[in-house]
């Protein structure tokens, strides 16, 4: 594994607006198609709902959480955001194959260390999964999804995630910058 | 006493409403018999062709995998028979017209012959190696003697091996999935292409991983075509057949076929053959785990969904 102190802000990466407009494309496109918004936490979701499942099934079943997801006809890793999200990874792969930048590496500032930046971003990571779970949605279910549904939870989940994220930066700037 | 006669394969609860006898042991056997294949052929056909040299892991180190693949397919093989200590009694007859019997006898002939053939490469891999016993030496001077004659041997019996990994499902009459003569040259391809695709992980020498990955890209081809092909002939069909083909469109197995064999398994890692070929810096290793991969979910459901299907009603 390499490490890269700066990252390579090369004329390789889309333009940002451009991307994101290409996004809402593909959320308009997704809706068409499947009738459905895009999701990233909820396959997470049922990846966990299935394992603990494997392990335990009777503290699954027994659990307010877990037993939501668990019935006897559906599978929990039969879920479209599970097969979305395995799309998301063969598409990121094609695209950073195009750009030249496959490459094991953990991408941080100068100032910090790849450890630090791996148990920080660990952290925020465990953080996000317990929010989006509060808030029924990550960025993607329920900011992007939501929005683009004009439902009003959406644009309050936008604000506050990146609300929240704009007002806490200044006091952890350090694990980052 | 309790006695019990069964006198229809009807009240046999293991056969009807569905045949539920096969669980993860014989896709994992065909699995693996179908990888032995394609390696071997690999390796014979470029011997005969005078390539060592150029292709050294199809000729060589590749084949290292073949003995350990196919002792654990065997492995899994009689874990699977009811009555295991019987397993020799295949070898008192030969019955041109049972695969059970044509397997029985091509891996009599061939697991012997792909240890031969990798032993005596040992001291190519590992030049302190020594073998314990003297006539070791003598039998690997006879391998490298009659090197080529038993390259041809080995190309026969691999195309049997893999096509007798299809037959041995397509000889059941009366499970409409599996009763069609493609499945012995689907599953030939489909085991020549994760042999492929193991020797293009393996090997080192660009040039060869390239001309493997072409060969590779060839395979999945003809095994989308023949994948396209088998269900224009079930739907072409009667009605048991349809019903069969109707599990992959829009029945049980249609997500898991068409995402993980058809998609991830086929269609991805050519792609990305495709773009490695045309210069893009692609980790062979994930290709490679592709297709192997889609060629194991490919044998599961071949095995699970064949089980489904029936004439009986």
């Known amino acids: 594994m390499t490490t890269s102190n700066i990252i390579d802000r090369s004329k390789r990466y889309t333009n940002p607006y451009l991307s994101g407009f290409l996004l809402g494309m593909v959320l308009l496109a997704t809706f068409y198609i499947t009738g459905r918004g895009l999701g990233a936490s909820g396959a997470l979701k049922s990846a966990v709902v299935t ?104 644009f309050i989940a936008l604000l506050a995630i990146f609300g929240g994220g704009y007002l806490f930066a200044y006091f952890f700037r350090k694990f980052w910058i | 006493m309790k006695e019990e006669l069964i006198i229809s394969g009807r009240m046999n609860p293991g056969i009807d409403p569905f045949l539920h006898i096969w669980h993860w042991h014989i896709p994992v056997y065909l699995f693996l018999g179908g990888l032995a294949a394609g390696i071997l052929f690999f390796a014979a056909l470029y011997t005969i062709m005078g390539r060592e040299k150029e292709m050294p892991t199809a000729v060589k180190w590749a084949t290292f995998v073949v003995p350990i693949a196919l002792v654990l397919g065997l492995m899994a093989l009689f874990f699977d028979l009811k009555h295991q200590l019987f397993f020799w009694r295949l070898y008192t007859t030969v019955r041109i017209e049972s695969p059970m019997s044509w397997g029985a006898w091509v891996l009599m002939f061939i697991t012997p012959l792909s240890m031969l053939w990798a032993a005596s490469y040992i001291k190519e891999a590992i030049p302190d190696w020594e073998w314990k016993y003297k006539f070791m030496d003598q039998i690997m001077a006879l391998v490298d003697k009659y090197r080529k004659a038993l ?47 193991v020797i293009m992980w393996m090997s080192k020498d660009h040039r060869e991983r390239k001309i493997m990955s072409t060969i590779d890209l060839v395979l ?94």
Not at chain 1, 88 to 97: E, W
């Open chain 2, 151 to 197: 390259a041809w041997a080995m190309l026969a019996l691999a195309v049997i091996l893999g096509i007798y990994t299809g037959i041995l499902l397509s000889a059941f009459n009366a499970r409409p999935l599996w009763n069609t003569s493609l499945l012995g040259l689907l599953f030939l391809v489909s085991g020549m292409s994760t042999g492929a695709a």
């Open chain 1, 51 to 154: 394992t603990v499942a494997a392990v335990s099934e009777s503290h699954a079943a027994g659990s307010d959480y877990y037993s939501k997801f668990i019935s006897d006809d559906k599978h929990p890793m039969n879920n479209w955001l599970v097969f979305q999200v395995i799309g998301v990874l063969a598409g990121a792969f094609l695209s950073g194959a195009f750009a030249g930048r496959l490459k094991l590496k953990v991408e941080h500032s100068p100032k910090i260390t790849s450890r630090t930046r791996l148990i920080m971003a660990g952290i925020g990571g465990i953080l996000f999964g317990i929010g989006s779970q509060l808030g029924r949605g990550c960025t993607s279910g329920t900011a992007l999804s939501g929005m683009a549904s004009m439902a009003l939870a959406g």
């Open chain 2, 220 to 313: 999945i081809i003809v095994e989308l075509f023949f994948i396209i092909h088998l269900f224009m002939g079930f739907m072409a069909s009667t009605a048991v057949q349809i019903e069969a083909a109707e599990l992959f469109l829009g029945g049980e197995f249609t997500v898991s076929f068409w995402v993980f064999v058809v998609i991830l398994g086929l269609v991805f890692p050519a792609i990305l053959e495709i773009m490695e070929l045309r210069g893009y810096k692609i980790p062979v290793a994930v290709p490679a785990l592709l297709i192997l991969f889609g060629g194991l979910v490919f044998r599961i459901i071949m095995v699970e969904a064949g089980q489904l299907t029936r004439y009986l009603y």
